[in-house]
């Protein structure tokens, strides 16, 4: 299925292809249980931004493996390169203006990162 997605003020706008049902993780690790980001990861083939690129700024922490990815107009996170997946693409399922049959939400422990990340690792995979 050929998802729609966008920021909230709608300079951003991308498309994600995925199932018609999704299986997504809900973190609690500090930025995800701050932001309510649910996370969809995908392999970079399965992921296309239409428009907005020079309104996206981005944030790194830590490692700064990870690529998080803000619209500068209105803040909004709807996607981001993880550092579980560097290869892929998560995109917060909330941001979807297209939405699923259906919704499984699995909750991931990211407050104990090191030794959890080999769980999602396989979903930016083609």
């Known amino acids: 299925m050929?998802?729609?997605?966008?920021?909230?003020c709608g300079a951003v706008q991308?498309?994600?292809?995925?199932p018609a049902d999704l299986e997504v993780d809900d973190c609690n690790?500090?930025?995800?249980?701050?932001?309510g980001f649910l996370h969809l990861i995908?392999?970079?083939?399965?992921?296309?931004?239409?428009?907005g690129e020079d309104n996206l700024t981005t944030y790194t922490f830590n490692t700064g493996v990870a690529k998080h990815t803000?619209?500068?107009?209105?803040?909004?996170?709807?996607?981001?390169i993880p550092r579980s997946n560097p290869d892929g693409i998560d995109v917060?399922?909330?941001?979807?203006?297209?939405?699923?049959?259906?919704?499984?939400?699995?909750p991931f422990d990211g407050q104990n990162w090191e030794e959890n990340a080999h769980k999602v690792a396989h979903k930016s995979k083609d």
């Open 2 to 8: 050929l998802y729609k997605g966008s920021c909230h």
């Open 14 to 18: 991308f498309e994600v292809e995925a």
């Open 29 to 35: 690790c500090s930025i995800c249980n701050k932001s």
């Open 42 to 51: 995908v392999p970079k083939s399965k992921f296309k931004l239409l428009c």
């Open 70 to 80: 803000f619209c500068k107009t209105c803040g909004m996170k709807p996607f981001y």
């Open 92 to 106: 917060n399922v909330r941001c979807l203006d297209t939405k699923p049959n259906s919704m499984k939400v699995i």
